[in-house]
């Protein structure tokens, strides 16, 4: 296997570096927008963790260096251009909630509408594909089952940025994950694979600001933003109509998925709307145990990494051994969540009380 370390004439370390740097510079002229503008974090003891007012809207940073990674390395084509237009409606829409929060049917519209934008101008949708052996073939609900897909990985990664780093970090694994595996299997040139790179850079160069103790927050317009495009990456890797192109990415996805049902589980099961903020996601069940920040993100981080490190052993290794470590994760995680309140108050703590 001849592997190389250049995308489209460029190094991968230069496409990630420029993303980086550019971060770096940028996050703190956010950060001063942000304070001039309002766009501010107020402490509220109920659900969030910070105690003095916070700067958002770092998200605008990770947008804009992710604009000059696109310029100088991806490919300007019709599919790229349905990512930026999306990209803008999403990041567009988190800077008004990070000014003033937005009603939650609002921000839907908004999230529709990029994924639309993406979906039917971009055709960046289900492909069908093949599962062990069986061809399903999508037809005309590749095009809803996109548009839900897109809009729930945006709020799932939303959902996920509670800790300082979090979402960011989280993120920074995911997309040097895919690029990692689109490398070990010799498919650097793939738009997925450029797209992790940048974004991997921009991520990066903002954790400098954003790692605990965090002097700025990526706000709606960052994790939303980034929510956006990870389900691109996904649908993009998912365009070799194979499962496991899906399957992988949803994988290292999957404790922010998890944690995501479980909220609207438990907001059911307590008679409150599924987009009703609290602070019972699993970030917040772990501070509880380890009373730091840092350590309940570095914990996530690890979670997350062992999901990815199975994730590239499936890619090289036996599936089968891949499939038996991905359950015994599962099952890890799933026991941790039970012994936290993340679904249910557990009894002794209520007598406590």
Known sequence: MNLELYVGGYNIFLIVLI?????VILTPIAKRIALYIGAIDKPDYKRKVHKHDMPRMGGVAIFFSFLIGYMIFAPKTTQMLSVLIGGFVIVLTGIFDDIKPLKAKHKLIAQIIAAS???FYGNIVFSDMKIFGVQFEFQMIAYPLTLFFIIAIINAINLADGLDGLAA????IYFFTIA???YIMNKLGGLDVILCLIMGGACLGFLFYNFAPASIYMGDSGSMFLG???SIIALLGF???TITSLIIPLLVLFVPILDTIFAMMRRVIKGKGISDADAEHLHHQLLKTTHSTRKSVILMYIINVLFAAVSVFYTLGDKHISIFLYVVLLLLVVGLVFKTDILFEHTHKKRKK
């Open 239 to 241: 365009k070799t109509a």
């Open 117 to 119: 934008i993406v979906v």
């Open 19 to 23: 993303p980086l740097l550019s971060s």
């Open 228 to 230: 956006f495009i990870i």
């Open 180 to 182: 990692f595996i689109g």
């Open 169 to 172: 970090g989280n993120s920074s």
